[in-house]
Nanobody
């Protein structure tokens, strides 16, 4: 599967953005789809994941209550709605996919098989 992430941009603190991740070459069916973010000099950090077949979700503690991951089945697209953005949310955001949901996993980069290109989220006034 190929992943295409989009939706990044410049937003003020407290603002919102919605990222999208479109899959092509395969349908997400039984996949797990995740979002990670990375800032220079740091490891890629888990943000959220969704189990495509059931809609079950996982979130990093740092984004719980502010970010929402969702699926749009007809378009084979995952979204990450980001509200109440903070300066510390600024990063390059990546979407990732694993062909089968890993029970007890899905929060580490090595759990994923496929990666999209990043989309930059800048939070600044």
């Amino acid at each position: 599967v190929q992943l295409q992430a989009s939706g990044g941009g410049l937003v003020q603190p407290g603002g919102s953005l919605r990222l999208s991740c479109v899959g092509s070459g395969d349908t997400f069916g039984n996949y797990g789809i995740g979002w990670f973010r990375q800032v220079p000099g740091k490891e890629r950090e888990f943000v959220a994941a969704i189990r495509w077949s059931t809609g079950a979700t996982l979130y990093a503690d740092s984004v719980k209550g502010r970010f929402t991951i969702s699926r749009e089945r007809a378009k084979n697209t995952a979204h990450l709605q980001m509200n109440s953005l903070k300066a510390e949310d600024m990063a390059v955001y990546y979407c990732a996919a694993r062909s089968r949901w890993l029970v007890g996993g899905m929060t580490k980069a090595p759990d994923y098989d496929y990666w999209g290109q990043g989309t930059l989220v800048t939070v600044s006034s």
